[in-house]
């Protein structure tokens, strides 16, 4: 295996409803790029979101999580992890991960972590607001 031979640099997150990547040309469309969701009740959960996010300053194997925590509660409502390889550090590598089912157990403000072996190297925060009737 491959040693990394330092953190690569996450130079964005994004989130967004859908994610559509043209086959011919690589090319990747975010659509419907959202910072705060809005929810009838919670506790809830979102039935699927994407984030996307791009890194670059990186060669070698890494270890990647993407964690959502709820601040408040200072807890991980989700975390995916796996396997990163990146081969030229001038690269700029974009990649992007399905949310599904993400719960969402009260209203407030959510945060994204990116971590690389371990270190976080970029979050971004989304709030998730309980939309009320009005009569």
Known sequence: MNQAVEIP???????CDEIIRDERTGK???????????VPEVPCQHPRMWAFFSLTNGKGDYDLSLRVEHER????????RGPLKLTDPLEIADFYVELR?????EAGKYWIFLTVNGEIIKQRPF???QRTERT
């Open 9 to 15: 640099e996450c130079l964005s997150i994004m989130i």
């Open 28 to 38: 990747v469309t975010l659509v419907g790029v959202f910072s705060s969701v809005f």
């Open 73 to 80: 509660a200072g807890a991980t409502v989700m975390e995916i």
């Open 101 to 105: 089912g993400l719960p969402l157990p």
């Open 127 to 129: 709030l998730v607001c």
